[in-house]
């Protein structure tokens, strides 16, 4: 049995079989879980994302050596890494390389690195990271990481599991069309150019700003043949209460450490801003809902399956086969007569 | 509802100085392709190193590849720390190339299987599996 003061003690084996646990969605997970919960809310969740071979776990690497070596007038504070990376959808099997990337941190009891599968989750994240998560906010950890899989476009669930979210994109990935396109970039609280010591960076970080500079009007004076011209900006309905942060596009080479002060900072900055605007509280209540939401479903899901014989679920999918029935009348069926 | 089989992780690495990492990769990558979780932690790793991330992922085995000839001075290190961790459960294996001696004293002292060149990988994930249970 896995106990909740060992946990809170700082015990690594425990919460490390506890992040077992949770991964394998046990009853014993869960329960500890369920104890631990009044324990979270206290860190400081960063995730971190952006294409395959950009330089992430590389990144956090160094940033993690940033927390425990910080500037002469801050404390060191404690890291876990949560770093995920994709399972096989043909064995159900992984490589989980990033640790690799993460060798200064080792020997070091402030740091806690812990590789997950994806296990078939198709966001960037698994199912059970938030759990990890929270499995690590209520054991102290004050920064806490979050490295999703390489991700493309649409791999957007970080946003709403983090509170500040790094991009990182690199020279050579794609023009300025790229950059407006919806998705990714949109969820940036901070963008990174890393390996920025490659020809382009320039470009790149100007199709940054461009896309910027169109998401997030600022008031503008020019000139317009002739003539001066003022546009205001817009003010935003979807949030007002975060309307004013504007990512910075900080540049950085995560081998030799260049920039990542100067991210560091950024990413305290925009943690002062959440506090000062409200806008951590909103994200915490976003968060909280979208997983309420998730786990509402995974239940009624698992309860409904429990509810309904196999037989007779082959049988609506045999008369579905045979087109006797609309997908949507087989549904109908499946549910009549289930309460959940 | 058909739960995701609890998988098993394993951690492999390679302790000490020698960089032929060709083997630990073959064997990392058949592994994944019999549906284990994989840790690959790579080249030039100290058995501090080793212990440490097998009890941050908490991972079932622990996969050493040593090709230097530094066997005798880094395997039992590893199993020392393994077992002041409380992870005495761990099943450890290793690969490369280990004289029969070597490889008798070794088993003693708690490796689970040792593996020489021209092993094959069906090999490996078999005993894996029968260890693990």
Known sequence: ?340 | MRKAAQKIRVLIAKPGLDGHDRGAKVVARALRDAGMEVIYAGLRQTPEMIAEAALQEDVDVVGLSILSGAHNALVPRVLELLHANGQENVKVFLGGIIPDDDADELKEIGVTEIYGPGTLTTTIVTQIREAIV
């Open chain 1, 1 to 340: 049995m896995i106990s909740v003061d060992d946990i809170l003690a700082g015990d690594r084996l425990a919460l490390s079989r506890l992040l077992s646990q949770i991964e394998n969605d046990t009853p014993e997970g869960r329960a500890v879980l369920n104890k631990l919960y009044p324990h979270t809310g206290k860190a400081h969740l960063v995730g971190v994302t952006g294409a395959p071979g950009t330089g992430k776990s590389s990144l956090v690497n160094r940033l993690a050596h940033y927390y425990r070596h910080p500037p002469e007038d801050q404390r060191p504070k404690s890291v876990a890494i949560v770093a995920v990376d994709p399972t096989s959808p043909f064995s159900g099997g992984a490589i989980l390389g990033d640790r690799v990337r993460m060798r200064d941190l080792s020997g070091d009891a402030g740091v806690f690195i812990r590789s997950m599968a994806s296990r078939g989750s198709l966001g960037g994240l698994a199912i059970s990271t938030s759990g990890l998560v929270q499995a690590f906010d209520a054991a102290g950890f004050e920064i806490v990481f979050i490295e999703t899989v390489g991700a493309g476009q649409a791999e957007v669930d970080i946003a709403r599991l983090a509170h500040t979210t790094l991009v990182i994109d690199v020279p050579g990935l794609g023009d300025d069309i790229q950059a407006i396109k919806a998705g990714i970039l949109e969820i940036a609280d901070i963008l990174v150019v890393n390996k920025a010591d490659r020809p382009g960076a320039e470009h790149t970080e100007r199709a940054l700003r461009g896309m910027l500079d169109l998401a997030h009007p600022v008031r503008r004076v020019f000139h317009h043949h002739g003539r001066l011209e003022v546009v205001s900006a817009p003010t935003t309905e979807a949030s007002p209460k975060e309307s004013f942060w504007s990512p910075p596009i900080q540049q950085t080479i995560a081998t030799d450490g260049t920039g990542v002060s100067e991210l560091g900072a950024s990413i305290a900055r925009h943690y002062q801003y959440l506090k000062k605007s409200g806008g951590l509280e909103l994200r915490e209540r976003a968060r909280l809902q979208s997983e309420l939401d998730d786990l509402l479903q995974a239940t009624l899901l698992n309860r409904w399956q429990e509810a309904v014989p196999a037989d007779k679920y082959q049988k609506v999918l045999a008369d579905l086969v045979r087109r006797r029935m609309s997908p949507r009348q087989a549904v109908n069926e499946l549910l009549d007569g289930v309460s959940l």
